[in-house]
């Protein structure tokens, strides 16, 4: 139960930033299994337990809340693998730990994710889209610059930097398709096989 | 311009077939870029240039239509790439040559693609799912076989073949995503440049 969560059930009151995060994680699991047309406001502000004039105090509409979700992943995304490159290591143990932090994001915000991957590509308002875009743009020139590390230390044969880094982000990108998570490898395992099997191919030698 | 909007056009009357056919094609185009919420039926009966009774003629609702463009789609997939293996070629081309007839299938019926991976994932109606999923299963069965067959082969080492085979799905499904029809490689070329580096992997020796 978060901190927000148990003070919102013992009736106190409860701090701005954490009813705004409050409202962004109910937000997003709702919108991850009921789709952004399938939520209301009203959906919202129950999950949430507050009404719904307290909930527009703080958003002026689900645009805004899904939005919020969808730009503050793909930052967070982005920082929290960068976070987790480990200094001084071989260039491919870098691109390795690049995707087995994306597995490990992608378990932790699960409900974060796939909502902002859906309003990714239907949010209608240029200027956050270009927000988002430049995260995006962030996260993937980092998966190249690490693949082009790799080549220019020897260690990757001179592949198409690029296609190499849309394939790693494609094995990625797609998970949330069909991963269930009660069965089986944790999403870090799964990136960390596909790390294994694009690194050293599926070409018997 | 397609047979049936020349008929169209030319104000003949146009066999039902060809109605159909031309309705689901319009269909895919408005699904993928206004989206299947953003589609009325009364945008669909214009884009075909027919009167709204004559689309319900065809067609009970939009779910009908947006189930057929999907269920259609998954399983011509199907069938457009087995058909396109060559009978005698090594293990490994035939794993190649499924990748570059996804990619073929993609360019082709893009818009169909599009609406229908959407479409896939939302459908509330069990019945239809259960359907496209057969068809689905079917598709991923045919990858993991070809893959299986390689490594009996001694052609590819002995991977993973459900792993191996997701992330052959994931290069090739997560296309739609990044896609850009009017610059560079095609979808064909891609594919098979994916194939190259998953086969001979990333690792230089």
Redesign the interface.
């Given at each position: 139960m978060a901190r927000s969560e148990i003070k919102a059930a013992a009736g106190e009151a409860i701090e701005p930033a954490d009813r705004m995060l409050q409202i962004l994680t109910h937000s997003a699991r709702l919108f991850a299994t009921k789709?952004f047309?399938g939520t209301s406001m009203r959906d919202i502000a129950e999950a949430c337990g507050i009404s719904k004039s307290l909930l527009y105090h703080h958003f002026t509409d689900k645009d805004e809340i899904y939005a919020r979700i969808a730009l503050g992943s793909t930052q967070r995304l982005c920082e929290f693998v960068q976070d987790r490159l480990p200094e001084g290591a071989s260039p491919?143990d870098r691109v390795r730990a690049f995707m087995t932090a994306t597995g490990d994001y992608f378990q932790r915000y699960r409900s974060n994710w796939i909502a902002s991957t859906a309003a990714f590509?239907?949010d209608p308002e240029q200027r956050r889209r270009k927000e988002r875009m430049m995260w995006r743009d962030r996260y993937e020139g980092l998966i190249r610059q690490l693949?082009q590390d790799?080549i220019d230390a020897?260690?990757?044969?001179p592949?198409?930097v690029p296609?190499?880094g849309?394939?790693v982000?494609?094995?990625l990108?797609?998970?949330h398709?069909?991963y269930k998570p009660e069965k089986g490898m944790t999403p870090a395992q799964?990136a960390d096989?596909?790390f294994d099997?694009?690194?050293?191919?599926?070409?018997?030698?």
């Open positions: 789709g047309d491919p590509w239907s693949i790799a020897g260690d990757f044969r592949v198409d296609l190499t849309r394939l982000l494609s094995s990108n797609w998970m398709r069909w799964i096989a596909y099997l694009i690194f050293n191919g599926l070409k018997a030698r």
